[in-house]
């Protein structure tokens, strides 16, 4: 089994279902996402939202918002799955590349005393005017 990545898919689902339908599609899609070797971390129903722009005839849709670790050889095969689900009209799954504050390089600072500190009064720039003809 390889690494598993973090991913975040937002699904776009048709705009008639009811709460017991969109929580049947959010278990339907926990279930291919184990099936794939993966897991669901976080599933968000964000409710109904009008779109953008049109898909097919629908203007408005349910928006499920879910977090999951997944290999990355079963991205595809997610995508093709869900897109054979009739309630899904759109999946979107991104993965998550900013890697977490342990992981995360400090930032080279040349002086000790990054960031500087401080003084009450900030320095005050003064114009000299030159009034010769």
């Known amino acids: 089994m390889s690494t598993l990545r973090d991913y975040t898919a937002i699904l776009i689902a048709h705009p008639e279902l009811n ?3 969109v929580l049947k599609l959010q ?10 070797g993966g ?6 129903s964000l409710g109904k939202r009008k779109l953008s722009y049109k898909i097919g005839k629908w203007s408005e849709g349910v928006y499920l918002q879910v977090q999951l670790k997944l290999p990355p050889s079963a991205v595809a095969e997610l995508k093709r799955t869900s897109s054979l689900i009739e ?19 400090p930032p080279i ?11 009450a009064d900030p320095p005050r720039f003064v114009a000299e005017i030159d009034d010769r003809p």
């Open 39 to 44: 897991q669901v971390l976080q599933n968000v």
């Open 109 to 119: 600072v040349d002086s000790p005393s990054f960031p500087p500190e401080r003084t």
């Open 87 to 105: 309630s899904v009209l759109r999946l979107l799954l991104v993965q998550e590349t900013v890697p977490a504050m342990a992981e995360r390089t």
């Open 19 to 21: 709460e017991e339908a």
């Open 27 to 36: 278990a339907q899609l926990g279930e291919l996402v184990a099936r794939q």
